[in-house]
T-cell receptor, first 113, second 116 residues
Framework: AQSVSQHNHHVILSEAASLELGCNYSYGGTVNLFWYVQYPGQHLQLLLKYFSGDPLVKGIKGFEAEFIKSKFSFNLRKPSVQWSDTAEYFC???????????FGSGTRLLVRP | SAVISQKPSRDICQRGTSLTIQCQVD?????MFWYRQQPGQSLTLIAT?????????ESGFVIDKFPISRPNLTFSTLTVSNMSPEDSSIYLC?????????????FGPGTRLTVL
């Protein structure tokens, strides 16, 4: 079955630490890949996306993600997190066969000042 | 991007009753999506609503429980019928963006439903 896995459910970091959140999907066809963020009390916002081209994509607020096709992965990274990055992060994959967006289980990030 | 509003933003309901959630978009869109986000969990697609045709429901969701209307290209409603505490969730409306963002889904602020 088509699925999206996020390995880290809860992550706690200190400010200035580096961040990497894992995302893997199970589908061999064409995909569009997304990371969404949900800040406390706010609605879901797009962080970045990958459709084609350079597998390293940059998003808002210093975030980036790398698509590794051979590993079916789309990990999110940030070199130095801030307290304001405290949020829940969702990986989502659009699979052309199902014509719908499938979400991972989400990762709650807490950044301590 | 698309600007999406939902009403109500939150509600507390008694079991056995029904609640209709409205979704309004600031542009005309072909497809509208309804999602559920149960407490502490991720988003699950309930159904896809196209204007002029019946909604397409995902496995585990049925029209009798979650009837959807799509009267025009900017508006949709989702009704949660005969509610039980297990229906307590955030319900979100989503659409594709326009122009350069036509391949990206945007989400409304959600309706937080608590069923007692």
């Amino acid at each position: 079955a088509q699925s999206v896995s996020q390995h880290n459910h809860h992550v706690i970091l200190s400010e200035a630490a580096s961040l990497e959140l894992g995302c893997n999907y199970s589908y061999g066809g064409t995909v569009n890949l997304f990371w969404y963020v949900q800040y406390p009390g706010q609605h879901l916002q797009l962080l970045l996306k990958y459709f084609s081209g350079d597998p390293l994509v940059k998003g808002i607020k210093g975030f980036e993600a790398e698509f590794i096709k051979s590993k079916f992965s789309f990990n999110l990274r940030k070199p130095s997190v801030q307290w304001s990055d405290t949020a829940e992060y969702f990986c989502a994959v659009w699979m052309d066969s199902s014509y719908k967006l499938i979400f991972g289980s989400g990762t709650r990030l807490l950044v301590r000042p | 991007s698309a600007v999406i509003s939902q009403k109500p933003s939150r509600d507390i309901c008694q079991r056995g009753t029904s609640l209709t959630i409205q979704c309004q978009v600031d542009s005309q869109v072909t497809m509208m999506f309804w999602y559920r986000q149960q407490p502490g969990q991720s988003l699950t697609l309930i159904a896809t609503a196209n204007q002029g045709s019946e909604a397409t429901y995902e496995s585990g969701f049925v029209i009798d429980k979650f009837p959807i209307s799509r009267p025009n290209l900017t508006f949709s409603t989702l009704t949660v019928s005969n509610m039980s505490p297990e229906d307590s969730s955030i319900y979100l409306c989503s659409v594709f963006g326009t122009g350069e963002m036509a391949d990206t889904q945007y989400f409304g602020p959600g309706t937080r439903l608590t069923v007692l």
